[in-house]
């Protein structure tokens, strides 16, 4: 027997974001890099028979980070959460909540806030990610904005 198998079952505090699970092509656009376009892949997976889930995504310009995201509940305050590592080392934590066809997700370090509010369409077939990042306190500006089209 496999240690921890028993565990190894879906988890229905995040039935909500079965609508992320599957393959997407992503284009981006970032403010600080106006002009360009950036493309990438992402597959969101359920992992460990459902108890997690997981996003790879990758990128094929250099200026945006490949990156995995680990999204889990925590049942007794009724919150979810975002564990993410990318390329460069970057490891945070984003505050996440989930409803109908809305997902955001934040972080809140004084040094550098960061949000993003995603929105399903189209059946699930599309999704949009607005995001914005406020440096040192300063007004929230622009940050890197998604479209993931469902493969």
């Known amino acids: 027997m496999t240690i921890g198998s028993r565990a190894r079952k879906p988890n229905p505090a995040l039935a909500p974001f079965s609508v992320l699970v599957g393959r997407w092509t992503i ?3 970032h ?3 106006p002009g360009k376009t950036f ?3 992402a597959v969101f997976e359920w992992i460990e028979g459902g108890a997690f889930l997981i996003e790879r995504s990758e990128v094929d310009e250099p200026e945006v980070p490949s990156g995995l995201a680990i999204y889990g509940s925590d049942d007794a305050e009724g919150t979810f959460f975002m564990s993410y590592f990318d390329e460069r080392g970057v490891s945070r934590r984003y505050v996440v ?3 109908g066809t809305v997902m955001t997700w934040r972080r809140d370090d004084p040094k ?3 949000r993003m509010t995603f929105t399903v369409e189209n059946g699930g077939r599309r999704i949009v990610g607005k ?3 406020s440096r040192e306190g300063r007004p929230w500006e622009g940050d890197l904005e998604l479209i993931f089209e469902r493969v």
């Open 112 to 114: 550098f806030r960061q």
């Open 97 to 99: 909540t989930m409803g």
């Open 131 to 133: 995001g914005e990042m």
């Open 27 to 29: 284009t981006a656009v």
């Open 31 to 33: 403010p600080l890099v």
């Open 39 to 41: 493309h990438g892949r």
